[in-house]
């Protein structure tokens, strides 16, 4: 039982004075709200649906003004309250004891102790499905794995989501004329038992019908392959909306609508009509920013999002940053079988990347095609290739620091997407691979196989606790690595990486040719240049692996807090580390394998993660290093 009589008596006697000036003396002016409620013996979901009914909570939320006299009526309300708060989850009998304490100044704490008592338990559950649909495999998942059972406690909520489940899942899938016979939770509180029983009738299942559409932005026909259903299958509410989705992201439309019609109850079928107005044409788009891995950068691209009828696109992109003066890509696209998914491409690419201690010149041109098929999606692609390699000094391997060289270039890329993936951009892949080659016989001047794999996943450990685990393996066969220009080797350090290192610092290192000192000629010998003692420049490997294990704890106010460890390195060899001579004394090699540790901030934007991070390499000497990343949201 509440108890109800809390009020001190001074607080009391206030209400019988005199005189007025007697009671102001007594008894302080009302003033807003202050109540602190304290809710023991339950659980945090109990808990939680008990400070919902409770009417000191809502008082405390909406900022009321309380008095004695407010807070007596709402301590009244406690005990009926709780109880109400309680039979959603199978107590009918609690015990309640209650307090309320003045503590001055328009303050109030209210301490409610529950003893929920014996649970219902369910003796009986009953869910059938009749009719057409009642051995359809959409309904007997949901038998199959009824969140209730018999033996289990009472649970109103899941009573009412076999029911929810139930019918939403037939008016989803066409079973239209559908209705519930029978929904019966028979509860005899004093035996603490309860019986359910729940019936549906399917009724026919219903079929898509026409589909009517109303625009003149692309051909009828290439409109009609964007829909994920076709006339007569059995009417899908999830493929209407995966036409809308797949429409929208053709971006060929400013006002799309895709609506189903009234059922037709004599053909049993369902009418689709959709409307569609014209999109911007051509589009714009200005960004500048920076990155610790490429400093200052900016972008403009330019759309031209319906070039015709055939639905054919064009993509220009122009992108500046300190390690990387210029790249500019374009893409014109024709879809194609499936056009949501499915397209042929001519792709060129012009650009200089600085990478580590070499220069990379590329152009590239080439068709693609462009596929999903279950989870993964295919890019199959044909480069021409011109490729310039300029080293900051000459090498003994390459006295000409300037190499040119053209290639054919087939490549293969398979990344992961999710389940109805319909072309929209992603942030990421969880699993990206990339398999390269280039043959002589393609009238290459490099021959090489290369196969690059990149994976990610985030893993929730506990509420507010998540593990991310990144991982990347790259490895080139090559008949002369020389040959291989800079643009296909491998370089490791900075976001994404091995932070604590700056980006690509991390490479094998090609010897350097010694310089007469009087006149500063390389010092020829044999026909080649004489190494110079000790020294080397960053060149790239053929190799790479990296690794990521991070630890996020999620805090208030859309922020995080991370601890990482990174490793890896960029390699010529898997088994051998790499080491520039320094005769006669032994040679100079690097660790073979890099690795740092550092902490970070998170701040969780709606659809990306922002991280500042300070990383430690602990392989070699060196002081921390500050690293700015964006990803994925987690």
Sequence with gaps: ?????????????????????????????????????????????????????????????????????????????????VDAALRPFGYYEPKVDSTVTDLGRGDWRVDINIDPGPPVIVQHIVVRVSGPGENDPLFQRILQNLPMQAGDRLNHASYEAIKADLQRTAATYGFLD???????????????????????????????????????????????????????????????????????????????????GDPDRKSLTVPVSIHADPGKRHRYSFGAGWATDTGARGTVTYEDRRINSLGHSLVIQVQASQIQPYLVQSRYRIPVGDPAVESVALNATIQQETLADVTAYTQSLGPS??????????????????????????????????????????????????????????????????????????????????????????????????????????????????????VYRFFAGGTNSVRGFAYNELSPLEQTCAHNPANGQIIMSGGSCQPDPGN??????????????????????NLGVAGFFDYGNALNSFTARNCVPDKPNPDICQPYVQYSVGVGLRVLLPVMTLGVDLAQPLSVSGGPRLDITFSAKL
Aim: with cysteine; charged share 25%; net charge neutral.
């Design 1 to 81: 039982m509440a108890q109800r009589s809390f009020l001190p008596r001074a607080r009391r006697s206030c209400r019988r004075a005199r005189w007025l000036l007697s009671c102001l003396l007594a008894c302080p002016l009302a003033q807003a709200a202050g109540v602190t409620v304290e809710v023991h013996g339950v659980d945090d979901q109990i808990r939680g649906n008990v400070l919902a009914y409770l009417s000191f909570e809502r008082y405390k939320k909406g900022g009321a003004e309380l008095n004695a006299d407010t807070v007596e009526r709402l301590h009244n309300r406690v005990e009926r309250e």
């Design 536 to 557: 080397g420049i960053k060149t790239g490997g053929k190799d790479v692996i990296t690794g990521t294990v991070e630890v996020i704890r999620t805090l208030p106010k």
């Design 178 to 260: 559908a209705r519930m016979t029978r929904s019966e939770m028979l509860v005899d509180p004093p035996k603490h038992s309860a019986d359910i029983t729940l019936e549906l009738e399917t009724g026919p299942r219903y079929r898509f019908g026409t589909t009517t559409i109303e625009q003149h932005v692309i051909n009828d026909k290439l409109m009609r392959r964007y829909l994920r259903y076709h006339e007569g299958d059995y009417y899908d509410l999830t493929q209407v909306l995966r036409t809308q989705f797949a429409l929208d992201d053709a971006q060929f439309f400013a006002k799309l609508e895709v609506l189903p």
């Design 369 to 486: 095609f462009t596929t999903v098929y279950g989870g993964w999606q295919y890019v199959g692609q044909v480069n021409a290739v011109r490729a310039t390699t300029e080293n900051d000094a000459p090498t003994v391997a390459n006295l000409n620091p300037t190499r040119t060289d053209t290639l054919l270039v087939p490549e293969l890329d398979i990344a992961s997407v999710p389940k109805g993936y319909l072309g929209e951009a992603l942030f990421e892949h969880p699993f990206f691979a990339e398999i390269k080659a280039s043959h002589n016989t393609l009238g290459s001047q490099a021959e090489f196989l290369q196969i690059h794999l990149q994976a990610e996943k985030v893993f929730r450990l506990a509420d507010k606790w998540h593990l991310l685990l990144r991982q990347e393996f790259g490895a080139t066969l090559v008949s002369d690595f020389n040959e291989l220009p800079a």
